[in-house]
Each structure stands twice: as C-alpha cells, then as structure tokens.
T-cell receptor, first 114, second 113 residues
C-alpha cells in the first residue's frame, strides 16, 4: 500500500472513540490551513479548511481547531470508524495564493481498531 | 462531475530514460499543480500551471518540466531519470482563484531501476 513516511507518527484508536490529530505549522504569516486524508493507494482527499480569522470550524464528524498563538492546528474526528484509517496531513499557506505556496506536513497515520 | 484523472497509474523506467505523465483536471478547473511524494520528503511542490502559463515553480532541477494545454489538461516530463526520481507523482486541480482548495488525482507511481 501507499506509504507517505517511513517514520510517521501513528495514532491508534478504538472504533467509536474520538480522534485528535495535531499539526504544528511553521509560518506565522500563514492565514489558510487545510487538512487532507490519504488512503493507501490513493491521492490526498480534501477534508476541511479554515482561515486564520476563525478558531474553529466544523464539518461532518470533523472539527478543525486553530491556535495562532502557538501555531497549532488540530483535527478532531468524532466516532472514528474503520474507514477513517489513513494518513492525515495538514497544509498551510496564504489564502488565495498559488498552490506552490502551500507547505505540507509529513502526516500522521491513523489506525482504527474494530 | 468526474474527478482528476492521471495516466498512466504505474510506470517502470530505467536510469537515463525520460517519462511523460498526464493529468486531466476537473471540468472547469484552470489550475493544475504537480507534486512529488516520497516516504522521506513527503509532498513536495513541482509546479503550477494556470491558463497554460506556469504560475509557480518548486525547487526541482530543470530535468522536471511541464506544460498545460488550452483544455487545461497538463503533462509533466522528467528527462534523464535518476533512481531518486522514484516516487508517487500527484496532480491536483483547482479553480485557481480565491481559496486554494484543490483536488488530487490518484497519482502515477514511477519506479526507476
């Protein structure tokens, strides 16, 4: 299967539990943040985004929290399911800028135990 | 609406050869970006094309090149392949304006022997 990092941080959770995946971003000037999910053998899939004028944004079973003070981003997945097993990574950059200005994290592997 | 498609999905080449990868963006998307993904380096930006013009370029050698056609389809070419070019090459498309939400294709897995 696909591997996006030999030494990725791994989070193992029980099915039905909530998952929290963290990301420390590097550029204090970044004002746009995105979470992606990448399943084995597939390309990254957009999950949710947030702009820096917000601290929290909710989607379907997912919530992104942004703490600009400590440059920290987190993705919360409620009632984690086996289908959520994947590598999750964040991206930061300027809103409206070129795709090339996005900086991607290395990712966290989420493993859901049935 | 069909997603981003990439061809071929898998490719095996030998050192010194060249390769061309193709990407068809989502209908209506004018921006196409290319990325290289490896276990050690993660996702690295190669270049972005918007309306047939290269809008941004990553830090890769000149052996990596690309182009975009009037229908927004894009190709990337790697000449004089090296072992280190083995990677998953991903294409992503977006509207290219406003937010940078982009949609990735499944990638082309390139193995250089």
């Amino acid at each position: 299967g696909e591997s996006v990092g030999l030494h990725l941080p791994t989070l193992s959770v029980q099915e039905g539990d909530n998952s929290i995946i963290n990301c420390a971003y590097s550029n204090s000037a970044s004002d746009y943040f995105i979470w992606y999910k990448q399943e084995s053998g597939k390309g990254p899939q957009f999950i949710i985004d947030i702009r820096s004028n917000m601290d929290k944004r909710q989607g379907q079973r997912v919530t992104v929290l942004l703490n600009k003070t400590v440059k920290h981003l987190s993705l919360q997945i409620a009632a984690t399911q086996p289908g959520d097993s994947a590598v999750y990574f964040c991206a930061e950059g300027p809103y409206g800028g070129s795709q090339g200005n996005l900086i991607f994290g290395k990712g966290t592997k989420l493993s859901v135990k049935p | 609406k069909a997603g981003v498609t990439q061809t071929p999905r898998y490719l095996i080449k030998t050192r010194g050869q060249q390769v061309t990868l193709s990407c068809s963006p989502i209908s209506g998307h004018r921006s196409v970006s290319w990325y290289q993904q490896t276990p050690g380096q993660g996702l690295q930006f190669l270049f972005e094309y918007f309306s047939e013009t290269q809008r941004n370029k990553g830090n890769f050698p000149g052996r990596f090149s690309g182009r975009q056609f009037s229908n927004s389809r894009s190709e990337m070419n790697v000449s004089t392949l090296e072992l280190g070019d083995s990677a998953l090459y991903l294409c992503a498309s977006s509207l290219g304006q406003g937010g940078v939400s982009q949609y990735f294709g499944p990638g082309t897995r390139l193995l250089v022997l």
